[in-house]
Every structure is written in C-alpha cells, then in structure tokens.
C-alpha cells in the first residue's frame, strides 16, 4: 500500500489513485467530509437562520458571503470524495477520474481567504475553519495522486531515519 505522505515518485498514477481509494486515510477522509457537510446543513437550515437574523446589515452580508464560500468548498470536497468511491467501488476507472472535469476545483473560491473583519457567529466560524483545512487536505491529496505539480516537500528527518534503519536491517 502506498504512503500519501511520502514522496512517490516511481508508482504509477493509476496505481497510487486505487491505493487511496482502498486506504484508511480514504475512509477517515470521506467520513469527515460527509460528516461536515451534514453539520453545514444543520447549522444554515437551523441555528444559522437565527444568528443571521441577528446580524448588523455589514454583518449579514458578510454572513451570506461566507456561508455560500463554506458549501461551495464543502461540494466540490465532497464531489470529490464521491468519485474516488466511484473509483474504489468499481463504477468509474482511476484514468476516468484524472479528467480535469473530477478535479477539485473552484480555488479561487475556496482556497484560504482574508480573515473576515465581520462579527460572524462562532459556529460559522468554526465551520469555515474546518471546511478550509479539509479542503486543503483534500487539494494535497488531488495534486500528488494525479501527479499534477507535486508539492515540494523536504524528507521528514525522522522518516528517512527510519528509512534507513529499515534497508540496513532488510525491513
């Protein structure tokens, strides 16, 4: 099985896409992603209607903005998830779901933002934290399996360590 956090250079995309999908970082990954778009939907369906009702006008429009920048970031995560289960489940091929169409996409939109000045209520807050890190979990994820511009990363002092240890005692 292959290790996400490692450099990966030799192993082929394909391969590396049906590792993920069949790993526990998958399972771990998509169960947070579904979990947080039900809590999104709770909240702006619910206790989100009421604090948005409390808001100055600058505020509410602060809060409008916000919230359609949480579910869009949390639909492409999890439009995303989605079709790496495809993938696992057999229904689509890992070379169908390196079109840039399956993509994680909408950057622009989702990427990290200027912190917002408004006084937003804490629960959306922390919404729009946890979306964000997810996102760029996710987005990690998307650019080292389809091998788009690998990241550069510096070895972990203590993995190559290890590493080491592992050739010198045929581990």
Not at 35 to 61: H, N
Request: hydrophobic content about 40%.
């Amino acid at each position: 099985m292959t290790d996400f956090n490692a450099p990966s250079p030799a192993v082929e995309p394909v391969q590396l896409i049906a590792d993920f999908t069949r790993s526990e970082l998958f399972e771990r990954t998509f169960q947070e992603g579904m979990d947080l778009v039900e809590e999104t939907a709770a909240y702006l369906d619910g206790g989100g209607r009421q604090d948005s009702k409390l808001l100055s006008r600058s505020a509410a429009l602060a809060y409008a903005s916000e919230s359609m920048r949480l579910t869009t970031r949390l639909m492409q995560v999890a439009s995303w998830l989605l079709v790496q289960r495809a993938v696992r489940e057999g229904d689509m091929s890992p070379d169908s779901a390196r079109e840039d169409r399956y993509r994680l996409g909408a950057e622009e939109v989702c990427g990290p933002a200027e912190p917002v000045t408004e006084d937003l209520p804490a629960a959306l807050m922390i919404l729009l934290d946890r979306s964000e890190r997810l996102y760029e979990r996710v987005r990690h994820l998307d650019r080292r399996m389809y091998l788009d511009a690998p990241e550069p990363e510096a070895p972990h002092p203590v993995l190559s360590q290890i590493d080491r240890l592992r050739s010198a005692f045929g581990g």
